[in-house]
């Protein structure tokens, strides 16, 4: 009978233990101090690294409680990416709901090839503090706004968005540029990069794409690229969309800077923003006698030195 009571005793005193422990850890840090702190969660932080990291600065009393009550309030998957502000007078299941929604800023990605007029339209969508004359600075830094997932502020303004995807820009382009094997200058290199983009879906093409430019460039012959065609007609409304899809004769005698069928040369800005594959395939282009190349349905591309051989090639693939 004495170790039944004895038996109880314990399993009293454990549960006892435990609860206070719990309750202890749900309470705040600190209640009295309710200095704020820009608490960041990184994308692909899981609950466990996020539950150190509150503790580690003193947001939370204890991060296996913070663990076991997101799991408890199903929270766990809920919780973004981004920065949230914090304070220690919160207790650990507030903490936990604003972790959930609230968050300073916003995980915005932007895809390689995109123009700027697109990215407005992303923007748009994503950034609360857009604003229509956005647009227009888009626009003006057509090929330096670098394709990256970005953590914009919420109420960041143009001016932010703008310093962050060129200093990106920059320091990506820089990364690469000691390898520059070409005589282009960087404003002609980003050109052909944009160029390069549109035009090769994948990476292994891209060099060769940029040895059919820089071949043609060298012989003075039209470089004949779509995709400053389709730059220069823009938004298709009857397609929904920026990149006309099947061009007509009609438009191959656009009259335009940036109508390569027409006129010889780069076209006068970048058609789109590259990433750094297309810009380091610009730098260092495949040396090789092509003059010509077109796309299988796949997006794999064939390439010529002669105009018979394109003709076979088209012949080949069924275009």
């Not at 962050?164 to 990506?172: A, I, R, V």
């Amino acid at each position: 009978m004495k170790r039944l009571i004895v038996t109880i005793i314990l399993i009293i005193l454990i549960a006892g233990g435990i609860f206070a422990w719990w309750k202890s850890g749900l309470e705040p840090a600190n209640p009295k101090d309710h200095t704020p702190k820009i608490f960041v969660v990184k994308k692909g932080d899981g609950i466990r690294e996020i539950s150190y990291n509150l503790r580690h600065e003193g947001l939370i009393k204890d991060s296996i409680v913070f663990f076991l009550q997101t799991k408890r309030l199903g929270l766990d998957k809920q919780i973004q990416a981004g920065d949230f502000r914090l304070n220690p007078s919160m207790n650990a299941s507030e903490i936990a709901y604003i972790l959930t929604h609230g968050t300073l800023d916003i995980w915005v990605t932007i895809p390689e090839g995109l123009r700027a007029e697109e990215m407005a339209d992303l923007f748009e969508k994503k950034l609360p503090s857009y604003k229509a004359d956005w647009r227009d600075h888009l626009i003006a830094n057509e090929g330096y706004l670098f394709p990256d997932t970005y953590l914009f502020p919420k109420d960041g303004d143009i001016n932010t968005v703008l310093s962050l995807m060129k200093t990106n820009f920059q320091n990506k382009y820089d990364s690469v540029k000691a390898t520059k094997t070409t005589d282009l200058t960087d404003q002609e290199t980003l050109i052909a990069a944009s160029l390069i983009e549109r035009e090769a879906k994948y990476a292994k093409d891209r060099p060769l794409v940029a040895s059919v430019i820089l071949n043609r460039l060298e012989i003075g012959m039209k470089l004949d690229i779509d995709a400053t065609l389709q730059y220069a007609l823009g938004y298709q409304e009857n397609e929904k969309r920026w990149w006309k899809k099947n061009l007509t004769t009609d438009d191959l005698e656009i009259t335009s800077s940036y109508n390569t069928y027409k006129v010889a040369g780069l076209p006068p800005t970048p058609i789109s923003n590259p990433g750094l594959s297309a810009i380091s395939a610009a730098m260092n282009p495949v040396n090789t006698n092509y003059l010509y190349y077109i796309s299988d349905k796949s997006g794999n591309l064939h390439f010529s030195e002669t105009l018979e051989g394109q003709n076979a090639n088209i012949k080949k693939y069924g275009l």
